[in-house]
């Protein structure tokens, strides 16, 4: 697995730049993956950013949900997994490259309303002066929510 390429940084944007906390769409006219058509981006490099997508899999079994995506955080190189299957929570993280130890978490919830479709959120963060390639998160985060379906 690539892995994810967190790196805290002392460099400050010029002057002219503006950081926006406002929640920013990604283009999906190529792309109609639901993970991706979901896929948001929130924060600053400055404040830090949480990277989030969702995708639900009609006629599905949550508890197999569950297991697939807990297995496929583990496989995919995300460390410290833990998970809860009766309240449908995965937590992992990710080392952050010269970032003293700290680690950018990852957070998964699968639920199910009764008799509906099993909805798998997944939501990643880096704190602030901390960069992560939006591509690769969303390439990232996009495995766990297409490993519920297998």
């Known amino acids: 697995?690539?892995?994810?390429?967190?790196?805290?940084?002392?460099?400050?944007?010029?002057?002219?730049?503006?950081?926006?906390?406002?929640?920013?769409?990604?283009?999906?006219?190529?792309?109609?993956?639901?993970?991706?058509?979901?896929?948001?981006?929130?924060?600053?490099?400055?404040?830090?950013?949480?990277?989030?997508?969702?995708?639900?899999?009609?006629?599905?079994?949550?508890?197999?949900?569950?297991?697939?995506?807990?297995?496929?955080?583990?496989?995919?190189g995300w460390g410290t997994v833990n998970a809860n299957k009766d309240l449908g929570i995965i937590t992992a993280g990710q080392a952050v490259t010269m970032g003293e130890g700290s680690v950018a978490p990852l957070n998964v919830i699968v639920k199910q309303k009764s008799g509906g479709p099993v909805r798998v959120e997944a939501n990643f963060g880096t704190a602030g002066m901390q960069k992560a390639s939006t591509d690769t998160v969303r390439t990232e985060l996009c495995k766990l929510l297409e490993a519920a379906g297998d």
């Open 1 to 76: 697995m690539r892995k994810l390429a967190v790196v805290a940084a002392a460099l400050l944007l010029p002057l002219g730049a503006q950081a926006s906390d406002k929640p920013k769409a990604e283009d999906t006219s190529k792309d109609q993956k639901p993970c991706v058509a979901h896929f948001t981006e929130e924060g600053s490099f400055f404040k830090g950013k949480t990277y989030k997508t969702w995708q639900e899999f009609t006629g599905a079994d949550k508890a197999a949900v569950f297991q697939n995506v807990a297995q496929a955080v583990a496989t995919n």
